[in-house]
């Protein structure tokens, strides 16, 4: 399934639903035999129905592997070929020695009909030697071979690929003689019937054809899998379709990080496949999707096509130490230790005692996030070791669990009560005080900060910042120590100029530091920073459309100004229309979305009317917040498109900072054109 805005042939649940009523209705006007929802059961497997538990040491672990769709749909690349090229290069590019092991075939494998004896028919054109040479290519390598179809007539894609509904016992046997290790079970086109039951059906199909077969069930979280699919599926997707944006992929984070307690081996909470590499995020953004996925004890499948794919890529995708964490044979999800201001630490008990901690960054700006060892369930003890899984190196630390993480970005460490802490160098953390918002040819000052958290000293200690090419940026106290002891802080003044002219916009800095551990060892450290060059808002009432953004972040397609958002490209809207009314200014966002302006203490209100644009018809459900600095100066409520334009005011009286936010209304992102509508700023 698709989410209801991409430009895909897939089918969505509303859509669906919508369709399915229609049509239904119009048969029975017609005078014409609806399609029975039967499930076709063999006599024999009846009374085995009654939850058999699925006892068959599969899927002990979460899955790893690689899966078509997200980068490529029904495209004419996917095909005999690229299934093949990329088990090849999970060999090549060590990916199978990483763990990965499953080769998944989406939608469009097959012909639109079935044969003369009701039996799939795999697509000539694609697979011109069937699934079953495919299988045996990628048994060859070790790797096994995954495949998809729906719970329904029809699978998702609009063009009416047959789905299994009525004939689960065949496909699963077809499936079985093929040599499929994996099913992907979708939800389009099921006719109502009751979820449990048609899941629970081909479970037994599976099951009767005497294969080892994971089962995924993908049912996109609308009947709470999680509740019951234990005795059902291995995997079940808790959430709608993911794509490729920052929003989406935290949206999603959002709805499945509160199941961890129905994860464990064999049965697992799904938020669905990996979006790494495919263009719509930054690496920083894709580290932490990749790093929050194996915190969460999710099934680890990349939508990335391999043979396009960077090192970059690669390097995040076959980081083994982060895919350790995802597989660790305890099988705990990781759990939310602390969440606000978008400071979230996830810590995920392993075996072995120790504790993976994440420490996301949720905001546009860079945060100091922080925790105990105490407080993600490590016992007391005189030192731990702390292991940075993304820069390989181990630490000690006294305790304190901190580090000032970038925008977007995410920490992961493993962290374990461990009587050899002494032998590691002091873990330090690097930080920077005041705000990083300057204005061309006007100096700053910036405080950088590097505090030991060690249980021992961090000696000969020196600290850098580093500016674009151009920028001053000087010292204006000392920037070296000779010891800091656990808990000390090393503060040096930079006086930071960006020079006259510079475009507003966001620049980089790096704060750097070097030091030695008791036993000599010659440690370095490095934080990448962002500094932002703004102007004062011009005096009396703007259109915030009108004023240069400090940042954004939007859920499909970019902000628009001046008309709603049309999800792709840059100026694909249409007028600002709330209620019947249109406007001729305003801000066209879709949820989650996050824009911030520089205000600079000198402004008093935003005011706007505000509403879930007309074009989506009876959809979307958003709210709108007004944000000064730290503070939610306004909100709606979660508002939807049959209600008219609220007005909405904020008093943003000496804020630095205001961000205009809109979420999805809590039930996920679908259809959610929200617009600022005659969006003001008074200063």
Known sequence: ???????????????????????????????????????????????????????????????????????????????????????????????????????????CWALPNRDAHGQLVPDPARFPNGIRAVADYVHAKGLKLGIYTSAGTKTCNSAGFPGALGHEYSDARQFADWGVDYLKYDNCNNQGVDAQQRYRTMRDALKATGRPIVYSICEWGQNKPWEWAADVGHLWRTTGDISDSWSSMLSILKQNLPLAPHAGPGHWNDPDMLEVGNGGMTDTEYRSHFSLWSVMAAPLLIG?????????????????????????????????????????????????????VALFNESGAAQRIATTAGTVGLPAAAGYTLRDLWQHRTYNTAGTIAATVPAHGTVLLRVQADPRWATQPPAVELGLDGSPLLQAGTPATLTGTVTDLGRTPAQRVSVTLDGPAGWTVRAASPTTATALATGETLRTDWRVTAPAGTPTGSYGLTLRTGYRSPTGTRVTAEVPLTASVVVPPPGGTSYLGDLPRLSATNGWGPVERDTSNGEDAAGDGHPLTIGGTVYTKGLGVHALSDISFYTGKDCEKVTADVGVDDEKDTKGTVAFEIWADGTRAASTGVLTNAMPARALTADITGAQVVRLVVTDGGDGIDSDHADWADARLDC
């Open 1 to 107: 399934m698709r989410h209801p805005h991409t430009r895909t042939t897939r089918t969505t649940p509303r859509r669906l639903a919508g369709a399915l009523t229609a049509g239904l209705l119009c048969a029975a006007a017609a005078g014409l035999a609806l399609p029975a929802p039967a499930l076709a059961v063999p006599p024999a497997t009846r009374a085995a129905q009654a939850s058999p538990a699925l006892d068959d040491g599969l899927a002990l672990t979460p899955p790893m592997g690689f899966n078509n769709w997200n980068s490529t749909h029904c495209r004419a690349e996917f095909d005999e070929a690229m299934v093949k090229g990329v088990a090849d290069l999970f060999v090549q590019k060590g990916l199978k020695d990483a763990g990965y092991r499953y080769v998944n075939l989406d939608d």
């Open 304 to 356: 990335t096509d391999l043979r396009k794919a960077s090192q970059a890529t690669y390097d995040i995708l076959g980081n083994k130490e982060v895919v350790a964490v995802d597989q660790d044979p305890l099988g705990k999800q990781g759990t939310v230790v602390s969440s606000a201001g978008g400071r979230w630490v996830v810590a995920k008990e392993m075996k072995d005692g120790s504790r993976a």
